[in-house]
């Protein structure tokens, strides 16, 4: 009994010991799983049970560069539905396509699936405010809505053509939209409902909220106020001309940026569907490659000074209307020639034969140098989506002919952003800046810069010396020649008209012409560049002068406030006058003088005294501003 009380109690030990150590074990993986594990088992039995309603986070806003929002969001819900939860699909699909207008249905046959969660859609997605309250009054069982916008356009179809639109699930589908959609798209938030196998809510478990982020603010280099005033004028004269096209930039040639990029017509991108794609997808200030006409002649100009080849004022050169050019008879658009002039006159009377001697003078090779240098064959690295290259002839293929005809414009194809640049490089002081449209993209909720663009200079093509000479040149033309119409009193406006004959199937096309026109002011320090081109134009007379040119004169004055442009007579060229022009006079300053005094005085003008005093305290025109001779100066009398 001995023997065996001791094995037992030996057995009894180890048997002990080991649920001791049975227990511990047991302890310890229930602490590791009840505590060290319990957050993520309790997440992997969530996701077992949870049934998400989407709550979109705001898609970014684009704004432009003074903060003012161009494309932002409007709350549009989206109904969701779990039809375990409702014991009467069929009059809840009444209920709700009553207050939608839609086909109940379609409806029913949606809300009856055999699925935890049902997206009602695209019935009842991007419903209205109004309507998603309406629906939310009837308290429908199982039915839930989830937060949604669609984009909404404060400004309507203004820069539509370059800011493009989003598809069905606000995922952008063309121009910056597209362009910036990684930056633009936001994570969208959620409320978790959890729910057993059949859909029906579990009790001690409370609903949650999963957090979402909102897409970053892309904020572009354009103005506005100045793009407004752009798409006035544009839009005008597409109504006025009856035209096909017609587009502008505005930029800073200082720096590359772009202050405004319009293209017409336009559309609405909330309705994109209602118009061709070639409307949509086609940013024609980057994609429309076109022979520039006369615009291109700065470069020519440019090229002749920059070499040494020709005096402005000294040089001399006779147009008889025609070169011969191997056994080629090039054409100036005055048909019967300009006659004796200066080289400087031939830039005003843009005279063909003139520049083709200018081109010759600078030789083929540097001439095609040159044109590379200013940044045409290749594109501008803008980065706006759908940036043509431009066509030029090889150098293989650079015959007499084609120096000629390249040195006025014709045979190649450029694109509008490619000439602004190279303008621009051109009146600054030789220095070729990238042009830009994104200023920078931010994170809309912390504030810190995603990405920033600063100006960027590629290289230097020609002196300070050449430039000025080139400004002085081009004022000279918008004074005294074929660019008058866009002259304005203390703008100092600068600039070159272009006529380009269309071209289809390789032939020139009798009567269809784009006529544009590039300006800058001031001509002492340029501020601003401006280009506009209007497509096929309807008029009796169709030419650069007569119809671009004052769109881009009025562009300027227009937006002179707003860029900080001031009215500077010092220096100026006055504009010579032509037959048919107003015979205008300056007005003279008149505040201070006595009512008595005016009255001995004798001007061409009309003067309209307004108030009661003895002395002038104010005038409109302003003193040095122009009046026509039958025009009115109006005086504001006080003591």
């Not at 356009?153 to 910036?180: C, H, K, M, V």
């Not at 291109?296 to 090229?303: E, P, R, S, V």
């Not at 006779?318 to 019967?336: A, F, M, N």
């Not at 431009?390 to 005809?405: D, M, N, R």
Request: charged share 25%.
């Amino acid at each position: 009994m001995k023997w065996i009380s001791t094995v037992s109690k030996k057995r009894l030990r180890i048997v002990i010991y080991g649920f001791i150590v049975f227990v511990i074990a047991v302890v310890l993986r229930l602490f590791y799983v009840q505590i060290i594990q319990h957050d993520k088992l309790t997440e992997l039995a969530k996701e077992n049970w949870d049934r998400e309603i989407p709550f979109a986070s705001e898609r970014g806003e684009i704004v432009d560069r003074n903060g003012e929002v161009i494309v932002t969001n409007k709350l549009s819900p989206t109904l969701y539905f779990m039809p375990a939860q409702n014991d009467n699909i069929e009059e809840a699909a009444k209920q709700i396509a009553s207050v939608l207008n839609i086909d109940e249905k379609k409806l029913y046959e949606k809300m009856n699936k055999k699925a935890y969660l049902v997206k009602l859609a695209p019935e009842a997605k991007n419903i209205t405010y109004e309507q998603a309250v309406e629906i939310q009054g009837l308290k429908i069982d199982g039915l839930y809505s989830g937060v949604d916008y669609v984009r909404h356009y404060p400004y309507g179809n203004l820069l539509s053509r370059f800011i493009g639109f989003t598809g069905y699930d606000t995922q952008g589908l063309a121009g910056i939209e597209y362009q910036y959609d990684k930056y633009l798209t936001s994570k969208s938030a959620a409320i978790r409902l959890f729910t057993d196998a059949k859909g029906n809510a579990l009790p001690h478990v409370d609903d949650e909220w999963r957090e979402g982020d909102q897409g970053a603010t892309v904020q572009l280099t354009i103005d506005l106020d100045v793009q407004q005033v752009v798409e006035r004028e544009l839009s005008q004269a597409m109504e006025k001309y009856n035209a096909e096209q017609a587009l502008a930039i505005v930029m800073n040639p200082n720096t590359g940026e772009i202050l405004a990029l319009a293209s017409f017509p336009t559309y609405d991108p909330s309705n994109f569907e209602d118009v061709k794609p070639e409307i949509f997808n086609r940013n024609l200030p980057v994609w429309m490659t076109f022979e520039p006409g006369s615009t291109f002649k700065i470069i020519t100009l440019t090229a002749a000074i920059e070499e040494g080849v020709v005096d402005l004022e000294k040089d001399t050169f006779y147009d008889r209307g025609y070169t011969i050019v191997e056994d080629s008879r090039l054409r100036c658009w005055k048909r019967e020639g300009h006659g004796h002039q200066t080289f400087l006159q031939v830039v005003e009377n843009s005279c063909n034969p003139g520049f083709i001697e200018l081109g010759q003078r600078v030789g083929a090779e540097k001439l095609l140098q040159y044109i590379k240098d200013f940044g045409f064959g290749e594109p501008t690295g803008s980065n706006i989506a759908g940036e043509a290259s431009g066509i030029l002839f090889s150098k293989e293929a650079f015959g007499p002919v084609e120096h000629a005809t390249t040195s006025f414009g014709q045979g190649i194809a450029v694109t509008p952003i490619q000439q602004v640049q190279a303008v621009s490089a051109a009146i600054n002081g030789g220095k070729l800046y990238t042009p830009y449209v994104v200023s920078k993209i931010v994170d809309s909720e912390t504030g810190k810069t995603i990405v920033e663009n600063k100006p960027e200079l590629k290289r230097t093509v020609i002196s300070e010396e050449t430039s000025q000479k080139v400004r002085h040149a081009l004022e000279s033309v918008v004074a005294n020649g074929s660019g008058r119409n866009a002259y304005r009193d203390g703008l100092r406006i600068g600039g070159k008209t272009g006529t380009a004959q269309k071209v289809e199937n390789g032939r020139y096309k009798d009567g269809d012409y784009i006529v544009s026109f590039i300006g800058f002011a001031p001509s002492d320090n340029p501020e601003v560049v401006v280009y506009v081109a209007i497509d096929s134009p309807k008029s009796s007379v169709v030419f650069g002068s007569t119809i671009a040119a004052p769109i881009v004169g009025q562009i300027i004055e227009d937006i002179a406030p707003t860029i900080g442009l001031k009215v500077n007579r010092d220096g100026q060229m006055e504009k010579q006058y032509r037959w048919g022009d107003p015979i205008t006079e300056r007005v003279p300053n008149l505040v201070g003088v006595k009512v008595d005094e005016i009255m001995k005085l004798h001007y061409p003008f009309r003067i309209e005294i307004h108030g009661e005093g003895e002395v002038v305290k104010s005038q409109l025109p302003e003193p040095d501003e122009i009046i026509e001779i039958d025009g009115i100066l109006h005086l504001y009398l006080g003591d």
